[in-house]
């Protein structure tokens, strides 16, 4: 009678904690490729603006590549102002937006920051911000049976642009 009372409980702690464990997991894989994009981005400053998104996109596809049980769905590749948050919507201005077709990025909107517009100067550039998000799928499938749905994993990383002896209008 008390094991039937007791195993419940028991597997929906043990089913909780693996997937707490694999979102935990996932989320700093998120968090990583935002980095490593921004990253990327962020040491090339002057060059144009396909290839200083290339740049980031692969860096983001890389990391994501190590997503276990999730597929990532979003970069953003903007202007960082202020606190550096994402815009609402990206695709227009200095906001580049990559979705994931299920085997690579591609851009699905037309706001390309370029080059000209970018300051690269020492002690004033500009910061590139690079949002990332990821849909993680339950593993066990144990939240999908309470009516659970997969979550979305985001993270963003702001980065100020390197200096380029090179760089025109400091």
Do not use: K
């Amino acid at each position: 009678m008390e094991a039937a009372l007791i195993l419940p409980t028991v597997i929906f702690l043990t089913f909780g904690a693996i997937e707490f464990g694999f979102a935990f997991n996932e989320q700093g894989t998120v968090r990583a490729a935002s980095r490593s994009a921004a990253r990327a981005a962020s040491a090339n400053p002057t060059v144009p603006a396909a290839d200083f998104e290339a740049a980031a996109v692969d860096a983001a596809t890389a990391v994501a590549a190590n997503l276990v049980t999730g597929r990532p769905t979003t970069v953003w590749i903007y202007q960082a102002t202020g606190s550096g948050a994402p815009p609402a919507s990206c695709g227009t201005g200095r906001c580049a937006q990559y979705n994931w077709n299920g085997v690579a990025f591609v851009e699905s909107g037309t706001g390309n920051w370029n080059p000209a517009d970018r300051r690269a100067c020492a002690g004033s550039s500009d910061r590139v911000g690079i949002y990332v998000s990821a849909d993680h799928n339950y593993l066990t499938g144990f939240p999908a049976i309470a009516g659970e749905d997969d979550i979305e994993l985001d993270a963003y990383t702001v980065m100020a642009l390197e200096p380029d002896p090179l760089a025109t209008g400091c």
